[in-house]
């Protein structure tokens, strides 16, 4: 089987969406007989390569004229799979990566899925993949049968794969001259956003849901992240609400984090949300609803209010500080 | 400028316990009488849509030559902005399509599947994009990221392969600029760009810079969108030949719940202030409080 990896992003991204690329192209090494890499850039040329468990057969450093349109490198890899067709497309989970692997499957009157976990060669002419759906509550198998495959990797938590100097292969540079012009795109400015998460790399983590209630109650657990030592996350809704920033969003949508000690108060537990927070070494639950889905992720559960819980969380921890 | 935002309400499954779904043994994504709800992500669209035509450069329903000018020039009328509200689904989601209405949606329109289509991602974009292609076209289509309860991610982006159009992913608001042109602003984890463009086009949502839960209807609202009735198609008033619905590239079922690799103890006491106290105790060890 010949396949396409194509990681998009730029900087520690593009280690991380590779790290999640691995797993399922490990899961199909058996069947690889050649694998190429295309590594999308807006800036200057990277020269610096991940470090891929496996052998690369050549490596595509290709320049995107404008960040964020994806449709000229559509276009792009359409052309590649006419002169060299592969078996397998396999795109980072990016919205790009999506997006092409949904388009590119139609293109080429093939099967897509997104945002996959897992999958594995069910016979020569099948692939079987599972992701998540229904909110993230249930696990959906999908049976690929049309060639080629394309497939997006889902976020997983973890470390980023190292970065190399050396490729160990032949590098082909695909410059942004060699795309087609967007006319429909009259002008594209890139806007300075907060760059770093608070969340990443977080040893502790409080994590804020619906159930807090108010923006007057979510500002009086400020003191008790504080004594705590730990990061205050959020939950969907709570961001939804403008309570809270989208750099504290954690979930597949937004920030998987990783912390040692992660108190998720008044959160159900999405599937969406819990895995952004599976790699937790210990999750502490906190809800009113014994019911809620999130205790099943959690190591620790308490059943009641968050709000003085968490309060007399702090005075306990300031008496010991104190003492 | 007419656009359509495109829509599937989902159960809220965070209803659902876990237990639910190990004890029938039956994987569904409709797990019975749990209420439905819009997707969070495309109540962010549809939301973000009525902002745009709330806009101070636009008012009312659109006529045919509202679209953009292409001199960009601020002169001349309003620009109006035209909205429908459109999905795939049976007749549970007519109740929030008058709430659409109800809000300020100009047209509310619902094709009725003749099968379940939560797995088949390519039959609800054919579907979408044969409708977008009839008589009537809007300049641009708003989609969320990631579909109804199969969450297969792909109906925006198989939608604009369908019709060639663009599609720009990750959009957290919309506004004109000062030369009445479309202004698109993207955002990711790490990054964000704003985009001024030409429909037509596919925008698909990511997260929203604005506070963008739908608006909720008056009471005079609710009364007036009962007179309006939201309009029911079937696939069979749709010629879908045009385009490769065929699903037989792929084939999803439901098999199971994810595994929790974890134990719950529950802290039992009659007090908030005894819970704390056991968990200062026994699970935030000296060491992990600074």
């Known amino acids: 089987m010949k396949a396409l990896a194509v990681l998009t992003g730029d900087g520690h991204e593009i280690r991380s969406r590779a790290s999640d690329m691995v797993p399922l192209l490990s899961s199909l090494a ?17 020269d610096r390569f991940p470090e891929w468990p496996m052998a690369l057969s050549r490596v595509h450093r290709i320049q995107l004229p404008d960040a964020g349109v994806p449709d000229p490198l559509l276009d792009f890899i359409s052309d590649m799979a006419e002169t060299c067709p592969k078996n397998l497309y396999l795109f980072d989970g990016t919205d790009i990566g999506d997006c092409l692997a949904a388009r590119l499957g139609y293109r080429l009157a093939g099967s897509s899925c997104l945002q996959v976990q897992t999958c594995r060669m069910t016979d020569e002419k099948n692939l079987t993949s599972w992701r998540l759906a229904c909110g993230g509550h249930l696990l959906a198998r999908t049976v690929l049968e049309k060639f080629p495959w394309c497939l997006s990797a889902a976020a997983t938590p973890g470390t980023a794969l190292g970065w190399t100097g050396d490729s160990g292969c032949p590098v082909t540079d695909h410059p942004a ?10 002008s594209s400015v890139s806007v300075p956003v907060e760059t770093d998460s608070p969340l990443t790399g977080a040893d502790r983590i409080l994590v804020l849901g619906n159930g807090v209630g108010s923006r007057e109650n979510l500002a009086r657990m400020n003191p008790v992240a504080e004594a705590l030592g730990a990061q205050i996350g959020a939950t969907r809704p709570v961001v939804m609400n403008g309570w809270l920033p989208m750099a504290r969003l954690i979930g597949v949508s937004g920030t998987m984090v990783a912390p040692s000690l992660c108190i998720v108060a008044g959160a159900s537990g999405t599937g969406a949300f819990c895995a952004g927070i599976r790699q937790a070494e210990c999750i502490v639950a906190i809800n009113t609803d014994p019911d809620a889905p999130v205790f099943e992720t959690a190591d620790v559960g308490i059943v009641d209010d968050l709000v003085p819980v968490l309060l007399a969380l702090e005075t306990l921890i300031r008496k010991k500080e104190s003492s | 400028m007419k656009l359509a935002v495109c829509f ?29 709800v819009f997707n969070c992500y495309e109540e962010s669209a549809l939301e973000m849509a009525l902002a745009l035509g709330n806009s101070p450069l636009s008012s009312g329903p659109a006529s045919k030559n509202a679209v953009l000018t292409d001199s960009g020039d601020a002169a001349g009328p309003p620009l109006r902005v035209e909205r429908t509200a459109l999905t795939v689904d049976d007749n549970r989601a007519d109740l929030f399509l008058r709430h659409l209405i109800a809000v300020g949606y100009d047209r509310a329109v619902r094709v009725a599947p003749d099968r379940d289509l939560d797995f088949s991602p390519r039959t609800v974009a054919a579907t979408l994009a044969t409708w977008i292609t009839g008589s009537d076209p809007p300049d641009l289509m708003i989609f969320g ?56 086009l596919v925008l698909v949502t990511g997260i929203a810079t604005e506070t963008n839960r739908l608006r909720i209807p008056t009471l005079k609202q609710k009364l007036d969108a009962r007179n309006r009735s939201v309009q029911v198609l079937s696939l069979a008033d749709l010629d879908l030949s045009r385009f490769d619905s065929g699903d037989k590239a792929s084939s999803t079922d439901l098999v199971g719940v994810p595994k929790s690799h974890r134990t719950c103890t529950m802290i039992h006491g009659d007090s908030p202030q005894e819970k704390a106290q056991v968990l200062a105790d026994t699970y935030l060890k000296p060491e992990q409080v600074p």
């Open chain 1, 177 to 186: 001259a060699a795309m087609p012009v967007q006319s429909w795109v009259i």
């Open chain 2, 145 to 200: 990221p990631r579909g109804g309860a199969g969450e297969h991610c792909q109906t925006g982006p198989l939608v604009a392969e369908m019709l060639g159009w663009p599609c720009l992913m990750s959009v957290a608001a919309l506004a004109f600029d000062d030369s009445r042109r479309l202004r698109v602003t993207c955002r990711k984890d790490r990054s964000c760009r704003i985009h001024v463009v030409e429909p037509p």
């Open chain 2, 8 to 36: 599937k309400t989902i159960h809220d499954y965070a209803m659902v316990p876990p237990e639910d779904w190990q004890m029938t043994g039956r994987y569904t994504a409709d797990p019975g009488p749990v209420r439905q």
């Open chain 1, 30 to 46: 058996e069947s690889l007989s050649d694998l190429e890499l295309c590594m999308i850039y807006t800036g200057s040329v990277p």
